[in-house]
């Protein structure tokens, strides 16, 4: 998908668009870097940078030259300003955080706050200043420009691979949507590594599924591409395209769950990654609301889920060990919308699943999380009305809609062995969207 | 047969009246979409396989490598080899037998057999005089040359030979044939409906349970085969006109409602050995375990259709099983008389009866259509899965032709 699909970013980034914009105080919203194999995404170095009582400076510092980011100390532009603040445990030590200004001013990339878990910090004050960090990063985030994005990983005792793996996602193109959000990191097992790691996409026909299969399929995932007969012809197209494999799938029929499971165990020896993206919308006024228009969104959009996440769980060889489980839900669940109250009441289900199975799937080595993004560039979200439509691609940090690999390469990096630390979270690629923020 | 093929799987498009949905593709865009629908569903892209064979009935000149050039425009390793074939309604499932043949001999790991047609986009022959002339404009090197060419043109030539449904010996369409067949048969216009209307019905209850979600793909936004009545009942098929047979002497009992109309579509089915599968750890549906093919002398009074009645003799005598021996016998549809008569035949001819539980359960190809080379592989997929369904058992195929040809096959589970 190109940035052709919003009219307006493209037109203020022409020389007549630019002198208009910027007269009329206009958004001018930056074009967003996504990920390339092979393009060196970081063309100026990183900078790491620990405040009082920071432990990870030596490691984050490795961790970024080792993939490919070279870290430096100088004046000149930074790609990528890495502070490490969970030390900080006074008000005064707050302080420090003045030093950051110059730097974040040379900033042109990412910005990505390492702080405590702040319940894991007693001290009152400690607590306080820990948790003030998500504060100052939330506002840091809507004062960067030129999309730089700013970012909060709260990291737990013992965290190291899954830091490590939370550290490259945020520092680099692939998070190029996720901004301004609070992240929790911890320990967690890596998944053991397979010959050929599966995973399975419901709703891969179209959109953020069809996108979530190409990313996964780039790390070398076969993606078991699940979605309606009725759109079997988009369907095998995104399967030979990521030469993964078709599986049409109604996630509603009594026997979906079944099906799965045994396709999957029979044929794959089990999935890796499980992606709940099937989702539908009928919107409408509460009042106006029919019970199919009820019914169907809950089923295809909460039901199901529960439903196939129950079966896997419960049916030998159906599941990896080390799988994960990512659910698709949205901001309009966490924030509520006019019209929605079927679908955000199914989204907001989600991140309810998520936190009751988190625990419970630990203690068998999987994780489950779930991805919401914001505004989408989709078929769904060209189907809004233009206004509407306008104000969510404004709303955000960024003053544009996110692309469907945006939320996808989210999807894929919970989905990397090493990201077991991070589980029950609820991510949002949003790019600082201002619902339910 | 050395070593069985295994069925693995297979895909068609949905089947569509000519000349509506499919309109504006041509055969090998349609063979390109089942191929794809297959590569997909057993995810085979980039993958190089022993062959692919298949064929069109209505073939244009432009068609002479059709298999091969869809094969260059799916998902497929471009290395994967391919040919065609041409057997009449009998290609799709003779080219099953081939790539089976090749497997069981060890010649090929897997392959991919099936056939298409659009009669929607049907070659149009021109007139041999005008056919003439433009060859000879094509060599003309000069402009006097190529003048004096046109100069043979007469108004006359420019009228299109458009194809027609005619054996090319008697002149007779294959719906006259098979009205001589069922006055031979004394066949009644209420077993004929009833046959289609059983069609219908089983064909809609196999959509309602999903038995096609893993057989087809829908094309062009096309999800069902269109020809599928589901409310169709005896009293509507019996009001219709009789079509075929109107100037014999006897009832004319053929209509369009116990005929298969013209069709577009296009039907693939996966072969392989078992350790091709197994190492891919695909399902096996079941083997195909025999075939032969018949012929009858129409030309002289034999019916067009009729080569089965002689070619499941031979392959029973050769395999040692009666009709009783089978869970499910399979009739091409061609025409709802075509199935009784080739029934009829066989219970004259001592092979015993075939049990109507038995015979076409998700209906054949008056509900479903008839797109003439895709139909044997459609059978196969299908007859493949229903054994399968069933956890075992045997199963009996049988595909008219025309030209008076006829292919029967053994499958077991």
Redo the contacts between chains.
């Keep these: 998908m190109g940035l052709s699909e919003d009219p307006y970013g493209a037109f203020v980034r022409t020389a007549p668009g630019k002198l208009l914009a910027s007269r009329a105080g206009l958004p001018r919203p930056p074009r967003l870097r996504r990920f390339v194999p092979d393009e060196e995404w970081a063309v100026d170095p990183a900078l790491v940078v620990g405040l009082s009582g920071a432990a990870r400076v030596d490691e984050v510092t490795q961790w970024l030259r080792d993939s490919g980011i070279a870290v430096g100390r100088g004046d000149g532009p930074l790609s990528a300003l890495v502070v490490d603040a969970s030390g900080l445990r006074t008000v005064a030590e707050l302080d420090e955080l003045l030093t950051l200004a110059p730097r974040f001013r040379r900033t042109r990339g990412r910005v990505l706050v390492l702080s405590a878990v702040p319940a894991d910090v007693e001290d009152p004050e400690g607590r306080a200043v820990q948790r003030g960090l998500e504060g100052f990063v939330r506002s840091l985030a809507k004062e960067a420009r030129g999309g730089t994005t700013v970012n909060l990983l709260r990291v737990a005792d013992g965290a190291s691979t899954a830091l490590r793996s939370a550290v490259e996602f945020f520092c680099s193109a692939r998070s190029a949507f996720v901004d301004g959000q609070p992240l929790v990191v911890g320990e967690g097992t890596p998944a053991p590594a397979r010959e050929r790691r599966v995973a399975v996409v419901t709703g891969a026909a179209q959109g953020i599924g069809a996108a979530t299969a190409q990313v996964l399929a780039r790390s070398g995932h ?1 993606v078991v ?1 699940a979605d309606v ?5 988009q ?3 995104v ?8 599986l ?3 996630v509603t ?1 009594p ?1 979906a769950p079944q099906r799965l499971a045994e396709h999957l165990a ?4 089990g999935a890796d990654v499980v992606v709940h993206n099937a989702g539908i919308t009928r919107d409408r006024s509460f009042v106006n609301l029919d019970e199919d228009a009820w019914r169907s969104v809950l089923a295809v959009n909460l039901l199901a889920p529960v439903r196939l996440t129950e079966e896997l769980l419960r049916h030998p060889g159906a599941l990896a060990p080390g799988a994960r489980f990512v659910c698709l839900s949205s901001i309009n669940g966490l924030a509520g919308a006019k019209g929605q109250t079927n679908y955000a009441t199914s989204k907001a289900g989600l991140v309810g699943l998520v936190e009751a199975l988190a625990a419970p799937l630990a203690a068998r080595g999987f994780a489950v999380n779930a991805v919401a993004p914001g505004f989408i560039e989709t078929p769904m979200t060209a189907a809004m009305p233009p206004v509407p439509r306008e104000l969510g691609r404004r709303t955000s940090s960024l003053q544009q809609g996110g692309l469907p690999v945006d939320v996808a390469e989210a999807v894929g990096w919970l989905a990397q062995p090493d990201a077991a630390g991070v589980d029950g979270q609820v991510l949002r690629v949003c790019g600082q969207n201002l619902l339910g923020a | 047969m050395t070593r069985r093929a295994a069925i693995v799987g297979g895909n068609r498009t949905p089947f569509v009246r000519a000349g509506h949905r499919y309109a504006q593709v041509s055969a090998q865009d349609l063979l390109v979409a089942a191929l794809d629908g297959l590569v997909a569903r057993y995810g085979l892209a980039g993958e190089r396989l022993g062959e692919v064979v298949a064929g069109a009935v209505l073939k244009h000149s432009r068609d002479l490598n059709l298999t091969r050039e869809a094969v260059l425009s799916t998902a497929l390793d471009p290395a994967t080899p391919a040919y065609d074939v041409q057997q009449a309604c009998a290609t799709g499932l003779e080219t099953a037998v081939l790539v089976a043949n090749k497997i069981a001999l060890g010649q090929v790991e897997a392959g991919i057999a099936g056939g298409t047609d659009s009669a929607s986009d049907a070659p149009v022959a021109v007139d041999d005089g005008l056919r003439r002339v433009l060859l000879e404009l094509s060599r003309a090197k000069t402009p006097r040359a190529r003048l004096a060419a046109l100069a043979k043109l007469r108004p006359g030539q420019l009228r299109p030979a458009p194809p027609r449904n005619a054996e090319a010996r008697t002149g007779l369409s294959m719906g006259e044939h098979a009205a001589r067949t069922a006055l031979e048969f004394s066949l009644t216009r209420q077993a004929q409906d009833e046959l289609a209307l059983a069609s219908h019905r089983n064909l809609a209850a196999a959509y309602d349970r999903g038995f096609f979600d893993d057989l087809l793909t829908p094309y062009l936004g096309v999800r069902r085969d269109d020809l599928l009545r589901p409310d169709t009942t005896l009293d509507k098929l019996a009001a219709l006109d009789p079509v075929f047979g109107r100037d014999l002497p006897g009832e004319a009992t053929m209509t369009a409602g116990n005929s298969t109309p013209l069709t577009d579509g296009a039907a693939v089915v996966l072969l392989a050995s078992d350790e091709w599968a197994a190492a891919r750890r695909l399902p096996v549906l079941a083997h195909l375990v025999d075939a032969e093919t018949a012929a009858v002398d129409h030309v002289h009074g034999e019916g067009l259709l009729t080569a089965p009645v002689v070619a499941a003799p031979r392959l029973l005598q050769r395999t040692g099983l009666t009709l009783a021996d089978f869970d499910l016998v399979e009739v091409h549809e061609a025409f709802a008389s075509t199935v009784l008569a080739t029934l009829a035949a066989w219970e004259r001819d001592g092979l015993g009866t075939v049990a109507r539980d038995r015979l076409n359960v998700t209906g054949s190809s008056l509900a479903t259509g008839h797109p003439f080379a895709a139909t044997g592989a459609r059978l196969l997929a299908t007859t493949a899965k229903l054994l399968h369904e069933r956890g075992g058992g045997r199963a009996l195929i049988s595909v008219c032709a025309a030209g008076g040809q006829g292919i029967v096959a053994v499958v077991e589970a």
Excluded: I, Q
């Excluded at chain 1, 007969?229 to 012809?233: R, S």
């Excluded at chain 1, 399967?239 to 078709?246: H, Y």
């Excluded at chain 1, 029979?266 to 020896?269: E, L, V, Y």
């Design positions: 076969h591409c007969a009725a759109a079997g012809e369907l095998a197209a399967a030979n395209r990521v030469k993964g494999s078709t049409h799938l109604d029929a026997t029979d044929r794959f020896d």
